[in-house]
């Protein structure tokens, strides 16, 4: 409690707040961009979900947080270490969650995007 009084009189523990926060925004970034174009596509495409679906459930059930210190041994503790941690962890998840949101549209909004000229690719 002592350290953090003091971090906080002196202003330091907003710099650190914003520094431990950097790989977790970086890898949040990573893991959106490509879990929710990797679950579109999962959704979409039957060739695509044949070939990644398992990947992404592999990884989904597997302890990713006991490969955690392998990354950190060979990237050492640095931001990329951090990043990818974040990227293991989130990435199947989103991935996933996407996949179903696609998969579970209902048939009567697929039928009124068509009344609309909307085609599905």
Known sequence: MAALWS???????G??????????VIGLIIS???GISAGVAIGLRQT???????????M?????????PLVTFVHGIG??????????????VIAMNSY??????????????ASYAGVRN
């Open 7 to 13: 971090m906080i009189a002196d202003g330091s523990r």
């Open 15 to 24: 710099a650190t707040y914003l520094r431990t926060m950097e790989p977790l």
């Open 32 to 34: 959106l961009t490509v």
């Open 48 to 58: 695509v979900e044949w070939i990644t679906l398992p990947v992404f459930i592999v």
């Open 60 to 68: 989904q059930a597997a302890p990713m947080a006991a490969l955690n």
């Open 79 to 92: 931001l990329t270490s951090k990043v990818l941690a974040v990227v293991m962890l989130s990435m199947p």
């Open 100 to 113: 179903k949101a696609v998969r579970n549209v209902p048939s009567s909004m697929v039928a009124m995007g």
